[in-house]
């Protein structure tokens, strides 16, 4: 009888764990991809790496009991995640064509206007990418709408202080650098 207890608490304990997990793939995929995206820039890895952070939930399910903040965790899991298969991966040339097939023009936007936007995000895209890696990584996880100055410092284990004085700095030589690019100069 005692065995048959113990057998009914653990199927019922797995079946909770994966109803967590579950809840958290649902509160938190679209927010865990754009995380990866912003440093992968590339959709089909960015959904591999998000695969992978959900996995490492999964192996770890025991443990996510005491984590307090789940989203901050998959955060900083998916970035790591991230930053490793940016390393890995060989230097690509500009020839992928997924962005340029997931930013096909609407019909309400002229064709002239689409080219200019895609050039201003390449530019914009290549200026974050000259800036040192402390900052370009705060920038990058700026610019997912989603995250704040605290959770940015969750992610990169640095205080929120250092985290603004890093965007601050960051956004001072990227309007340098566009202003010398305007005015036909190059730094």
């Known amino acids: 009888m005692l065995e048959n207890a113990t057998a009914i608490r653990s ?3 797995s079946e909770t764990r994966a109803a967590s997990i579950e809840e958290l793939v649902a ?8 995380v990866a995206y912003s440093v992968l820039r590339n959709h089909h890895d960015a959904e591999d790496a998000v ?7 999964m192996r770890h399910r025991d443990e996510m009991a ?15 995640i991230a930053v490793d298969r940016r390393r890995r991966a060989p230097h690509e040339d500009d020839a992928d064509p997924a962005p340029l097939l997931e930013q096909l023009p609407s019909t309400e936007v002229s064709a002239e206007q689409s080219a200019i936007d895609a050039e201003l995000l390449r530019v914009t895209e290549g200026l974050i990418a000259s ?22 410092g969750a992610i990169l284990a640095i205080n929120e202080v250092t985290v603004r004085t890093r965007l ?18 190059t730094r």
């Not at 695969?51 to 939930?57: D, G, P, S, T, V």
């Not at 890696?133 to 705060?138: C, M």
């Not at 601050?168 to 100069?185: F, M, N, P, T």
């Open 11 to 13: 199927i019922a304990a």
């Open 27 to 34: 509160l938190h995929a679209k927010f865990v991809f754009r």
């Open 51 to 57: 695969q992978e952070a959900f996995l490492r939930a």
């Open 66 to 80: 005491a984590v307090i903040d789940a989203r901050s965790w998959l955060a900083r899991t998916v970035w790591r």
């Open 131 to 152: 800036l040192p890696s402390e900052l370009r990584d705060v920038v990058a996880l700026s610019t997912v709408r989603e995250l704040n100055s605290n959770e940015i």
């Open 168 to 185: 601050a700095r960051a956004r001072k030589i990227l309007r340098q650098k566009l202003a010398a690019l305007l005015e036909g100069g």
